[in-house]
């Protein structure tokens, strides 16, 4: 089945603690992102990366890192997390084909900083 | 900077009732533009996209788009809204170099 995965769903952590949040898929896709979504805000882009080893700052990056080493995989790394990112976070993938190609998004993770 | 304006923030409406959800962008070349369903508890689906070609533009569930390139806009429509329609609807702009950006959302509230 072709889908996005996203680990974990829920994490409580407290302020400082390095954490990492996966995302694959499984659709050979080149283009992979990160979303936030806040209420009232909706979403907006962290990080994005056209293909293995190119990635590019979003909207709102700041706090973030992100690394694509594989095609499938395309990690979020908070080094030292703050409350303001309590968030629930989306990965997203698509085929880049230059055109209006159809973004499938994970099931998302509700992060909260304490 | 692109950026998406959705206008209304919460819609109700009766079962039947016909629905237009406004969007507007800002961005000066070419883009690409989607509208996104998120059903309660779920992630966000493709309820249709635009690219080229015909400005009207049909997706899934009966809803359609029409893409006004003078006005800057893409209002997703539907005659006749289901109860389960009840979700929140994202439109979203794709510029040249490849980010995108988002609206902040409309809840639609059907009411049964």
């Known amino acids: 089945e072709a889908q996005v995965t996203q680990n974990p769903r829920y994490l409580i952590t407290v302020t400082g603690k390095k954490l990492t949040v996966t995302c694959s898929q499984n659709?050979?896709?080149?283009?992979m992102s990160w979303y936030r979504q806040d209420p009232g805000l909706g979403l907006r882009q962290i990080y994005y990366s056209m293909n293995v080893e190119v990635t590019d700052k979003g909207d709102v990056p700041e706090g973030y890192k992100v690394s694509r080493k594989e095609k499938r995989n395309f990690p979020l790394i908070l080094e030292s997390p703050s409350p303001n990112q309590t968030s629930l976070y989306f990965c997203?993938?698509?085929?880049?084909?230059?055109?209006?190609?159809?973004?499938?998004f994970g099931p998302g993770t509700r992060l909260t900083v304490l | 900077a692109q950026s998406v304006s959705q206008h209304n923030h919460h819609v109700i409406l009766s079962e039947a009732a016909s629905l237009e959800l406004g969007c507007n962008y800002s961005?000066?070349?070419?883009?690409?533009l989607f509208w996104y369903v998120q059903y309660p508890g779920q992630h966000l689906q493709l309820l249709l996209k635009y690219f080229s070609g015909d400005p009207l533009v049909k997706g899934i569930k009966g809803f359609e788009a029409e893409f006004i390139k003078s006005k800057f806009s893409f209002n997703l429509r539907k005659p006749s809204v289901q109860w389960s329609d009840t979700a929140e609807y994202f439109c979203?702009?794709?510029?040249?170099?490849?980010?995108?950006?988002f609206g902040a959302g409309t809840r639609l509230t059907v009411k049964p």
């Open positions: 979203a702009v794709k510029g040249n170099n490849n980010d995108m950006r």
């Open positions: 961005y000066g070349g070419t883009v690409n």
């Open positions: 997203a993938s698509s085929s880049y084909l230059g055109g209006a190609d159809t973004q499938y």
């Open positions: 659709m050979n896709h080149e283009y």
